[in-house]
Protein backbone atom coordinates (compact mmCIF):
# COMPACT_ATOMS: atom_id res chain seq x y z
CA UNK A 1 0.00 0.00 0.00
CA UNK A 2 1.50 3.10 -1.21
CA UNK A 3 1.95 6.08 1.81
CA UNK A 4 1.39 8.84 1.87
CA UNK A 5 -0.04 11.37 4.26
CA UNK A 6 -3.41 12.99 3.60
CA UNK A 7 -3.06 17.34 4.33
CA UNK A 8 -1.96 20.16 1.89
CA UNK A 9 -3.23 20.47 -1.59
CA UNK A 10 -4.45 17.89 -3.89
CA UNK A 11 -5.61 19.15 -7.08
CA UNK A 12 -7.81 17.97 -8.91
CA UNK A 13 -7.12 19.19 -12.30
CA UNK A 14 -9.47 19.50 -15.01
CA UNK A 15 -9.45 17.18 -18.17
CA UNK A 16 -8.85 18.90 -21.59
CA UNK A 17 -11.14 17.77 -24.62
CA UNK A 18 -10.68 18.52 -28.12
CA UNK A 19 -13.90 20.32 -30.34
CA UNK A 20 -14.91 16.94 -30.81
CA UNK A 21 -15.01 16.14 -27.07
CA UNK A 22 -12.64 13.64 -27.34
CA UNK A 23 -9.75 13.81 -24.96
CA UNK A 24 -7.07 16.32 -25.89
CA UNK A 25 -3.92 13.44 -24.71
CA UNK A 26 -1.34 16.43 -26.14
CA UNK A 27 -3.03 18.81 -23.70
CA UNK A 28 -3.40 16.96 -20.84
CA UNK A 29 0.39 15.44 -20.91
CA UNK A 30 1.87 18.81 -20.76
CA UNK A 31 -1.27 20.42 -18.58
CA UNK A 32 -0.64 17.64 -15.73
CA UNK A 33 3.38 18.27 -16.21
CA UNK A 34 2.45 21.74 -15.53
CA UNK A 35 0.74 20.47 -12.24
CA UNK A 36 2.76 18.44 -10.93
CA UNK A 37 5.90 20.40 -11.57
CA UNK A 38 4.31 22.77 -8.52
CA UNK A 39 4.30 19.90 -6.10
CA UNK A 40 1.28 19.45 -4.50
CA UNK A 41 0.68 16.47 -1.99
CA UNK A 42 -1.09 14.72 -5.13
CA UNK A 43 -2.79 14.57 -8.37
CA UNK A 44 -6.41 13.33 -8.39
CA UNK A 45 -7.72 12.34 -11.98
CA UNK A 46 -11.10 10.99 -12.74
CA UNK A 47 -13.01 13.47 -10.53
CA UNK A 48 -16.03 15.42 -11.29
CA UNK A 49 -14.04 18.09 -11.90
CA UNK A 50 -12.29 16.24 -14.60
CA UNK A 51 -15.50 14.95 -15.74
CA UNK A 52 -14.82 11.28 -14.74
CA UNK A 53 -18.83 10.32 -14.83
CA UNK A 54 -18.83 11.40 -18.55
CA UNK A 55 -15.82 8.59 -19.25
CA UNK A 56 -15.90 5.54 -20.86
CA UNK A 57 -14.11 2.83 -18.41
CA UNK A 58 -11.35 2.95 -20.91
CA UNK A 59 -10.96 6.14 -21.44
CA UNK A 60 -10.60 6.14 -17.38
CA UNK A 61 -7.86 3.85 -17.58
CA UNK A 62 -5.57 6.01 -20.30
CA UNK A 63 -5.96 8.81 -18.62
CA UNK A 64 -4.54 7.39 -15.78
CA UNK A 65 -1.47 6.16 -17.76
CA UNK A 66 -1.26 9.26 -19.53
CA UNK A 67 -1.28 11.30 -16.13
CA UNK A 68 1.23 8.34 -14.49
CA UNK A 69 4.06 9.31 -17.22
CA UNK A 70 3.23 13.02 -16.95
CA UNK A 71 3.85 12.95 -13.47
CA UNK A 72 7.10 11.19 -13.55
CA UNK A 73 7.23 10.02 -9.66
CA UNK A 74 6.89 13.92 -8.54
CA UNK A 75 3.57 13.56 -6.76
CA UNK A 76 1.41 10.36 -5.82
CA UNK A 77 -1.11 9.96 -8.24
CA UNK A 78 -4.91 9.45 -6.87
CA UNK A 79 -8.17 8.34 -9.16
CA UNK A 80 -11.44 8.75 -8.37
CA UNK A 81 -13.82 5.51 -8.01
CA UNK A 82 -16.93 5.33 -9.53
CA UNK A 83 -19.12 2.32 -9.37
CA UNK A 84 -22.70 1.25 -8.22
CA UNK A 85 -22.59 -2.08 -5.85
CA UNK A 86 -19.60 -2.87 -3.62
CA UNK A 87 -18.44 -5.86 -6.54
CA UNK A 88 -18.42 -3.14 -9.30
CA UNK A 89 -16.38 -1.04 -6.71
CA UNK A 90 -13.67 -3.74 -6.34
CA UNK A 91 -13.56 -5.24 -9.64
CA UNK A 92 -13.24 -1.62 -11.16
CA UNK A 93 -10.60 -0.67 -7.98
CA UNK A 94 -8.44 -3.16 -8.85
CA UNK A 95 -8.60 -1.74 -12.70
CA UNK A 96 -7.52 1.98 -11.48
CA UNK A 97 -4.97 0.32 -9.50
CA UNK A 98 -3.17 -1.53 -12.42
CA UNK A 99 -2.98 1.79 -14.36
CA UNK A 100 -1.63 3.47 -12.01
CA UNK A 101 -3.40 4.79 -9.16
CA UNK A 102 -1.93 5.00 -6.12
CA UNK A 103 -4.89 5.70 -3.79
CA UNK A 104 -8.88 5.53 -4.64
CA UNK A 105 -11.08 8.52 -3.82
CA UNK A 106 -14.14 6.85 -3.31
CA UNK A 107 -17.57 8.11 -4.77
CA UNK A 108 -20.83 7.41 -2.97
CA UNK A 109 -22.58 4.00 -4.79
CA UNK A 110 -25.30 6.29 -6.19
CA UNK A 111 -28.59 6.16 -6.20
CA UNK A 112 -27.93 3.72 -3.37
CA UNK A 113 -26.56 6.34 -1.31
CA UNK A 114 -28.49 8.80 -2.25
CA UNK A 115 -30.36 11.12 0.56
CA UNK A 116 -30.10 11.29 4.26
CA UNK A 117 -29.42 9.20 6.12
CA UNK A 118 -27.30 6.59 4.77
CA UNK A 119 -27.31 3.64 7.18
CA UNK A 120 -23.73 3.49 8.73
CA UNK A 121 -23.53 0.22 8.53
CA UNK A 122 -23.99 0.47 4.55
CA UNK A 123 -21.07 2.99 4.53
CA UNK A 124 -19.03 0.97 6.57
CA UNK A 125 -19.34 -2.09 5.02
CA UNK A 126 -19.12 -0.51 1.36
CA UNK A 127 -15.78 0.91 2.31
CA UNK A 128 -14.17 -2.14 4.23
CA UNK A 129 -15.11 -4.29 1.76
CA UNK A 130 -12.89 -1.94 -1.06
CA UNK A 131 -10.14 -1.67 1.33
CA UNK A 132 -9.53 -5.32 2.00
CA UNK A 133 -10.23 -6.24 -1.83
CA UNK A 134 -8.18 -3.27 -3.53
CA UNK A 135 -5.40 -2.61 -0.74
CA UNK A 136 -4.91 0.52 -1.72
CA UNK A 137 -5.22 3.87 0.21
CA UNK A 138 -8.93 5.28 0.48
CA UNK A 139 -10.10 8.73 0.93
CA UNK A 140 -13.63 8.72 1.86
CA UNK A 141 -16.15 11.41 -0.03
CA UNK A 142 -18.67 14.10 2.44
CA UNK A 143 -20.79 15.07 -0.64
CA UNK A 144 -23.69 18.29 0.31
CA UNK A 145 -25.94 16.75 3.10
CA UNK A 146 -28.98 17.30 0.31
CA UNK A 147 -27.09 14.59 -2.13
CA UNK A 148 -25.67 12.54 0.29
CA UNK A 149 -23.64 10.59 1.89
CA UNK A 150 -23.38 12.69 5.31
CA UNK A 151 -20.30 11.44 7.59
CA UNK A 152 -21.93 11.81 11.47
CA UNK A 153 -19.45 11.42 13.78
CA UNK A 154 -20.29 7.42 14.86
CA UNK A 155 -19.93 6.91 11.22
CA UNK A 156 -16.47 8.88 10.76
CA UNK A 157 -15.68 6.48 14.18
CA UNK A 158 -16.36 3.22 11.67
CA UNK A 159 -14.05 4.47 8.95
CA UNK A 160 -11.53 4.99 10.98
CA UNK A 161 -10.85 1.41 11.83
CA UNK A 162 -10.42 0.45 8.39
CA UNK A 163 -7.02 0.33 7.83
CA UNK A 164 -6.76 1.52 3.83
CA UNK A 165 -8.81 4.77 4.79
CA UNK A 166 -6.06 7.91 5.09
CA UNK A 167 -9.07 10.71 5.11
CA UNK A 168 -12.08 12.46 4.03
CA UNK A 169 -12.63 14.93 1.37
CA UNK A 170 -14.94 17.14 2.71
CA UNK A 171 -17.06 18.06 0.13
CA UNK A 172 -20.52 19.50 2.29
CA UNK A 173 -20.30 23.07 1.10
CA UNK A 174 -21.45 23.86 4.79
CA UNK A 175 -19.62 25.47 7.07
CA UNK A 176 -21.59 23.93 10.12
CA UNK A 177 -21.00 20.59 8.66
CA UNK A 178 -17.51 21.40 8.47
CA UNK A 179 -16.79 22.03 11.78
CA UNK A 180 -18.59 19.03 13.04
CA UNK A 181 -16.53 16.81 11.05
CA UNK A 182 -13.42 18.35 11.79
CA UNK A 183 -14.33 18.13 15.77
CA UNK A 184 -15.09 14.29 15.33
CA UNK A 185 -11.39 13.75 13.76
CA UNK A 186 -10.45 15.30 16.20
CA UNK A 187 -11.73 12.36 18.34
CA UNK A 188 -11.02 9.84 16.84
CA UNK A 189 -8.00 7.14 17.99
CA UNK A 190 -5.96 7.63 15.07
CA UNK A 191 -5.41 10.74 12.26
CA UNK A 192 -7.74 10.56 9.44
CA UNK A 193 -6.37 13.86 7.08
CA UNK A 194 -9.12 15.96 6.93
CA UNK A 195 -9.73 17.71 3.02
CA UNK A 196 -11.96 20.91 2.62
CA UNK A 197 -13.79 20.08 -1.01
CA UNK A 198 -15.41 23.23 -0.83
CA UNK A 199 -14.18 25.46 -3.38
CA UNK A 200 -15.71 28.61 -2.19
CA UNK A 201 -14.00 28.62 1.16
CA UNK A 202 -11.38 27.16 1.07
CA UNK A 203 -8.87 29.41 3.19
CA UNK A 204 -11.65 29.44 5.94
CA UNK A 205 -11.98 25.58 5.76
CA UNK A 206 -7.97 25.60 6.85
CA UNK A 207 -8.35 27.94 8.84
CA UNK A 208 -11.10 26.41 11.13
CA UNK A 209 -8.74 23.17 11.23
CA UNK A 210 -9.02 21.31 7.72
CA UNK A 211 -5.58 19.38 6.97
CA UNK A 212 -5.48 20.88 3.38
CA UNK A 213 -7.70 20.63 0.32
CA UNK A 214 -8.77 18.01 -2.18
CA UNK A 215 -10.00 20.49 -4.53
CA UNK A 216 -10.76 21.44 -8.35
CA UNK A 217 -9.81 25.21 -7.69
CA UNK A 218 -6.03 23.47 -7.46
CA UNK A 219 -5.96 22.43 -11.03
CA UNK A 220 -5.38 26.31 -12.25
CA UNK A 221 -3.93 27.97 -8.47
CA UNK A 222 -1.69 24.96 -8.08
CA UNK A 223 1.26 27.04 -6.66
CA UNK A 224 -0.89 29.86 -5.12
CA UNK A 225 -3.57 27.36 -2.96
CA UNK A 226 0.40 25.37 -1.63
CA UNK A 227 1.29 28.43 -0.38
CA UNK A 228 -1.92 29.61 1.17
CA UNK A 229 -1.90 26.56 2.74
CA UNK A 230 1.78 27.13 4.03
CA UNK A 231 0.81 29.95 5.56
CA UNK A 232 -2.24 28.55 7.07
CA UNK A 233 -0.22 25.45 8.69
CA UNK A 234 2.48 28.36 10.00
CA UNK A 235 -0.46 30.27 11.53
CA UNK A 236 0.13 33.16 9.34
CA UNK A 237 -3.48 33.52 8.68
CA UNK A 238 -2.69 37.71 7.54
CA UNK A 239 -0.50 36.22 4.66
CA UNK A 240 -2.90 33.40 3.86
CA UNK A 241 -6.39 35.59 3.55
CA UNK A 242 -3.87 38.02 1.37
CA UNK A 243 -3.65 35.36 -1.16
CA UNK A 244 -7.34 34.34 -0.79
CA UNK A 245 -8.50 37.86 -1.31
CA UNK A 246 -6.91 37.68 -4.69
CA UNK A 247 -8.20 34.31 -5.22
CA UNK A 248 -11.36 33.76 -3.83
CA UNK A 249 -13.96 36.03 -5.97
CA UNK A 250 -12.55 33.82 -8.87
CA UNK A 251 -13.20 30.74 -7.38
CA UNK A 252 -16.76 31.80 -5.92
CA UNK A 253 -17.52 33.37 -9.15
CA UNK A 254 -16.81 29.52 -10.95
CA UNK A 255 -18.66 27.48 -8.10
CA UNK A 256 -21.88 29.66 -7.94
CA UNK A 257 -25.25 27.92 -8.65
CA UNK A 258 -25.90 26.25 -11.04
CA UNK A 259 -22.65 24.80 -9.62
CA UNK A 260 -22.67 21.79 -12.55
CA UNK A 261 -21.41 24.65 -14.78
CA UNK A 262 -17.80 25.27 -12.32
CA UNK A 263 -16.19 22.76 -14.71
CA UNK A 264 -16.45 25.20 -18.41
CA UNK A 265 -15.68 28.14 -16.06
CA UNK A 266 -12.51 26.57 -15.29
CA UNK A 267 -11.66 25.39 -18.53
CA UNK A 268 -12.57 29.02 -20.07
CA UNK A 269 -9.77 29.91 -17.33
CA UNK A 270 -7.24 27.45 -17.89
CA UNK A 271 -7.48 28.27 -21.61
CA UNK A 272 -6.71 32.08 -20.81
CA UNK A 273 -4.00 30.66 -18.97
CA UNK A 274 -2.44 28.80 -21.98
CA UNK A 275 -2.49 25.50 -20.46
CA UNK A 276 -5.31 24.08 -22.51
CA UNK A 277 -5.90 24.29 -26.24
CA UNK A 278 -9.71 24.47 -25.95
CA UNK A 279 -12.63 25.04 -23.13
CA UNK A 280 -14.36 21.94 -24.64
CA UNK A 281 -16.76 20.22 -21.86
CA UNK A 282 -18.38 16.93 -22.82
CA UNK A 283 -21.95 16.82 -23.31
CA UNK A 284 -24.79 17.04 -22.44
CA UNK A 285 -22.66 20.35 -20.29
CA UNK A 286 -22.98 23.41 -22.05
CA UNK A 287 -20.19 25.96 -22.39
CA UNK A 288 -20.02 29.26 -21.08
CA UNK A 289 -21.68 32.61 -23.50
CA UNK A 290 -19.06 36.23 -24.22
CA UNK A 291 -20.39 37.95 -21.12
CA UNK A 292 -19.48 35.00 -18.30
CA UNK A 293 -16.11 34.40 -20.49
CA UNK A 294 -15.32 38.44 -19.77
CA UNK A 295 -15.87 38.04 -16.34
CA UNK A 296 -13.82 35.29 -15.70
CA UNK A 297 -11.07 36.74 -17.47
CA UNK A 298 -11.30 39.78 -15.07
CA UNK A 299 -11.35 37.89 -12.24
CA UNK A 300 -8.53 35.61 -13.33
CA UNK A 301 -6.16 39.07 -14.01
CA UNK A 302 -7.46 40.15 -10.41
CA UNK A 303 -6.25 37.18 -9.14
CA UNK A 304 -2.73 37.02 -10.53
CA UNK A 305 -3.17 33.85 -12.87
CA UNK A 306 -2.69 35.17 -16.55
CA UNK A 307 0.64 37.45 -16.34
CA UNK A 308 2.12 34.65 -14.40
CA UNK A 309 1.11 31.91 -16.03
CA UNK A 310 1.05 32.48 -20.13
CA UNK A 311 4.55 31.78 -20.90
CA UNK A 312 5.78 31.15 -24.25
CA UNK A 313 7.17 27.84 -23.27
CA UNK A 314 3.51 27.07 -22.41
CA UNK A 315 1.08 28.72 -25.34
CA UNK A 316 3.69 26.96 -27.83
CA UNK A 317 2.89 23.99 -26.47
CA UNK A 318 -0.86 24.77 -26.34
CA UNK A 319 -0.96 26.17 -29.79
CA UNK A 320 0.95 22.99 -31.53
CA UNK A 321 -1.80 20.88 -29.41
CA UNK A 322 -4.60 22.87 -31.75
Known amino acids: MTAFKLQGIVAAPLLPMLPDHSIDWTSLRSYIGWVAGQKPTAIAMN ?13 QLEVLRVCKQAIAGLVPLVSGLIAGSTASAVRWGNEL ?20 PVPSEMIFQFHKAIGDGVGLPLIAFQFPKAFGPDFPPDTLDRLATI ?38 FICEAMVLGCDGALIGFAGTATAELIEMQRRVAALDF ?13 ARYCWRNPIRDYRPRMKEVLKMQGL ?6 RPPQLGVGDDERAELRRL ?4 GLLDARE ?12
Request: no cysteine.
Open 300 to 303: AEHA
Open 47 to 59: MDASEGPSLERDE
Open 238 to 250: VGAFAIWDRLGPL
Open 163 to 200: QQIIGLKEASFDTTKTIETIAAARALPRKLGIMTGSDT
Open 276 to 281: IAHATV
Open 97 to 116: KGAGADALAVFPPFPTFLGN
Open 311 to 322: RPAVRARVASAA
